[in-house]
T-cell receptor, first 112, second 114 residues
């Protein structure tokens, strides 16, 4: 069966510091991968998606970037965090086509 | 701008009752619809998906889809306190891409009281 791992679970970072969040999927090949952010009391906002290695699409302009160095690895990064980057970051995967997305446990990021 | 709308609630039902959660969407060409449950502080968990008009049942959950009215709902029978959570409706974009982009509603908070 497929599993998705996301870490760390919680992160507290100062403003201006860099960020790297990692997500890996097991048990499937060539999945679609997604990064979402959920601000407190808000809905899910799609940040990036990827349909294959090295293929990244950005949904909204922002202070973040994403990379997919391996088939089942998805990384969310920032060079300098802003206060507004605080939130609950979720990685998700899906099989190609008309299939549901499945979420990791998420990373709660607080910027001080 | 594609939109998915849900009543934010909170929806409060007594234990054992039927909870009815509703969702409307703006993209008439959408073909796939999903319900996720999100407990406080946790990530969303898929509970139902539906692709065709009509009803789809899975245990205590029934998803209902009416594409003509652009309306999808989730019924929870015999509601339990453990069903208390935020329920997110998600709609897959109708575009011909393979990346499966979902548009999420803001979620409905459900509280089941003993």
């Amino acid at each position: 069966s497929q599993t998705i791992h996301q870490w760390p679970a919680t992160l507290v970072q100062p403003v201006g510091s860099p960020l790297s969040l990692e997500c890996t999927v097991e048990g499937t090949s060539n999945p679609n991968l997604y990064w979402y952010r959920q601000a407190a009391g808000r809905g899910l906002q799609l940040l990036f998606y990827s349909v294959g290695i090295g293929q990244i699409s950005s949904e909204v302009p922002q202070n973040l970037s994403a990379s997919r160095p391996q088939d089942r690895q998805f990384i969310l990064s920032s060079k300098k965090l802003l206060l507004s980057d605080s939130g609950f970051y979720l990685c998700a995967w899906s099989i190609k086509g008309n299939q549901p997305q499945h979420f990791g446990d998420g990373t709660r990021l607080s910027i001080l | 701008q594609k939109e998915v709308e849900q009543n934010s609630g909170p929806l409060s039902v007594p234990e054992g009752a039927i909870a009815s959660l509703n969702c409307t969407y703006s993209d008439r060409g959408s073909q796939s619809f999903f319900w996720y449950r999100q407990y406080s502080g946790k990530s969303p968990e898929l509970i139902m998906f539906i692709y065709s008009n009509g009803d789809k049942e899975d245990g205590r959950f029934t998803a209902q889809l009416n594409k003509a009215s652009q309306y999808v709902s989730l019924l929870i029978r015999d509601s339990q306190p453990s069903d208390s959570a935020t329920y997110l409706c998600a709609v897959k974009d109708a575009g011909g891409t393979s990346y499966g982009k979902l548009t999420f509603g803001q979620g409905t908070i459900l509280t089941v009281h003993p």
